[in-house]
């Protein structure tokens, strides 16, 4: 790998939405606080309205030469059409704090905000890296075994195969370099184990991915083998994808409500719960979302990361944290040098 490619060390530049997000700016300026509270190697630009931000701030004691309030006095709102929202609300933080990523001020950015406005923005302010067909929004999901990459969730519900390779190439170099997985097993989302079934769409992709050297890939993984942690990357469009994730949170949610209330119906119940707390909570901690972060826009020249909308401090921190791991492992270019450039060469 060239130098340029290296792993890089020094100072990670985050911008954070800090009105985005139905427990902004609360949340988000506390998530901040934690991440510089503990890491010296992260600066942080508190992007919004000044004052709101700078009330939640004093409560905290914190470095401050790691955090730094960016005026930004319009906030996109979440019901608010995104394109056109993007276009003429350039003084909201979403395209500030976008624009900051596109001229290098910095290195990525985190929003809890409209998604619509994150992902318009994302391809129309930061732009795609030369080569890249399509930004996939690529959430980790907690399974039986640890947690899978979905790409795409969100980001392209008319994919064509072509993009569905990069989205697996993608995905493949984030997992085994951000996460940590040596060669991940890479899926397509199917009705059915054999290469013959699926729609237009799968079976035109199915051949594209079992021919690329590039990935490890195990075929197609039905959605009940997902949460079993039957592939580490599981690649899809994002119509697929956005119903596999919204089905996800639904039912993880309703569970977990259920069992509190099965173990507070009784009073024998209510003892076994008392007793069992302690590990079901150390279990449970695995499937939760805020754990991971956010769900990173992959392809771009710059780093954005789209957090839940409901983002509590943790994800926020965490989402930071996650920026500072694909800054160091030099993601984008890793992007450029294997997919981008290969893919140009091809063509030529």
């Known amino acids: 790998m060239e130098a340029d490619t290296k792993k890089q060390d020094g100072l990670t530049k985050v911008a954070v939405d800090a009105m985005g997000g139905d427990n902004a700016p609360a949340a988000v300026v506390k998530g901040a606080v934690e991440a510089v509270s503990s890491r010296s ?54 395209v500030i704090g976008m624009n900051m990523v596109k001229q290098k001020e910095a290195d990525a950015f985190v929003s809890a ?44 519900v008319d994919a064509r195969a072509e993009h569905l390779l990069q989205f697996a190439q993608m995905g493949s170099i984030y997992m085994e370099n951000v996460v940590g997985i040596k060669n991940p097993r890479v899926a397509i989302v199917n009705i059915g184990a ?17 021919a690329c050297k590039e990935i490890n890939f195990v075929g197609s993984i039905e959605a009940r083998e997902i949460p079993r942690g039957g592939a580490d990357v599981i690649v899809c469009e994002a119509f697929v994808g956005n119903v596999i ?68 401090e943790k994800e926020i921190t965490n989402s930071i944290y996650q920026c500072v791991t694909f800054r160091k492992e030099n993601i984008g270019e890793i992007f450029k040098e294997k997919i981008a450039d290969s893919g140009k060469s091809k063509e030529e």
Do not use: W
Not at 50 to 74: C, F, H, M, S, W
Not at 134 to 153: F, H, K, Q
Not at 194 to 210: D, I, R, W
């Open 41 to 94: 190697d992260i600066k942080v630009f508190l992007v919004g309205q000044t004052d709101a931000i700078q009330k939640e701030l004093d409560r905290y004691q914190y470095p401050g030469a790691q955090i730094e309030i960016v005026e930004a006095p319009e906030v996109i709102e979440m019901a608010e059409p995104p394109v056109q929202a993007v276009r003429k609300k350039k003084q909201s933080s979403i």
């Open 194 to 210: 054999e290469e013959e079934k699926g729609n237009a769409l799968v079976k035109e992709t199915f051949p594209l991915l079992s």
């Open 245 to 312: 994730l919204k089905l996800y949170e639904g039912l993880s949610s309703t569970l977990v409500g259920v069992i509190k209330q099965a173990m507070l119906s009784t009073l024998k119940s209510k003892i076994g719960a008392f007793l069992a707390l302690p590990a079901l909570k150390s279990r449970l901690k695995t499937f939760d979302a805020s754990e991971y972060g956010g769900a990173p826009l992959l392809g771009l020249n710059g780093l954005v990361v789209k957090s839940h909308g409901s983002s509590s």
């Open 113 to 156: 905000g409209s998604s619509g406005a994150v992902l318009v923005g994302g391809q129309t302010i930061v732009g795609r890296i030369k080569g890249i067909k399509r930004a996939p929004l690529a959430p980790m999901i907690p399974t039986e075994t640890g947690v899978s990459l979905l790409i795409d969730c969100g980001a392209n």
